[in-house]
């Protein structure tokens, strides 16, 4: 397992077996609790990429697919803070049950303000699932219904998650060396 990509001091967090495994529990159980009803999996870009075409193919109802892109990293150093929906969806999700798929939550403010947006859209229900969680990090309360792995406050990246738009395609987590006291990257 590579420790160095690109000039990237990083140690592994959770391996690409560990994923592969954690990810088919996680379609195991979204395929017995959607069976029976009109599932939109709808993906937090650019973050949720790589863990949503795996976590789609692991589930085994009908379902169909929508994407929201969203520059957001509320709360991070060097952001504003503010969360902008950058695109609009492509269905109709009146009447659905949505599953947004995110990468992590980490404030939870990106989450909180697309389960508001979406629930102007009459949806039948909302769900979360996400890869990861730092619940150490939150700054609101949400409610996340699915969750691949709780971590502790690290900076990750890898399997979609960047620093400054890099290493997203890392095909497995990494714990970024060099952050300061609050777990910013430095
Ligand atoms: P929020 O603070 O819960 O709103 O999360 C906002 C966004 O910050 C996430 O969707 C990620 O894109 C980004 N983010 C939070 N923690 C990390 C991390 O450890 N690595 C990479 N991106 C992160
Ligand atoms: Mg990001």
Redesign the pocket.
């Known amino acids: 397992m590579p420790t160095r990509v690109d000039g990237l001091h990083g140690k592994p967090l959770v391996t690409q077996e560990a994923m592969r495994a954690r990810i088919r529990e996680l379609g195991r159980q979204i395929t017995a609790d959607y069976a029976q009803k009109e599932l939109i999996m709808i993906g937090?870009l650019?973050?949720?990429y790589a863990f949503y075409a795996d976590l789609a193919r692991a589930i085994r109802v009908p379902l169909k697919v929508d994407f929201l892109v969203?520059s957001?990293?509320?709360?991070?150093a060097g952001?504003s803070g503010k969360?902008k929906v950058l695109t609009e969806l492509t269905e109709d999700i009146a009447g659905r049950d949505v599953l947004l798929v995110?990468?992590?939550?980490?404030?939870?403010?990106?989450?909180?303000?697309l389960r508001n947006a979406l629930s102007t859209r009459t949806p039948k229900s909302i769900k979360v699932c996400t890869l990861?969680n730092?619940p150490d990090?939150?700054?609101v309360e949400?409610r996340v219904d699915y969750v691949g792995f709780t971590?502790p406050n690290?900076?990750?990246?890898g399997y979609g998650?960047?620093?400054r738009q890099q290493y997203r395609n890392l095909p497995y987590l990494a714990v970024?060396d060099k952050v300061d006291e609050e777990?910013e990257?430095v």
């Open positions: 937090v650019k973050g949720a969203v957001s990293n509320a709360g991070r952001s969360i995110e990468d992590i939550v980490d404030s939870g403010r990106t989450v909180r303000h990861l730092k990090r939150r700054r949400v971590i690290k900076f990750v990246v998650l960047d620093y970024l777990g990257p």
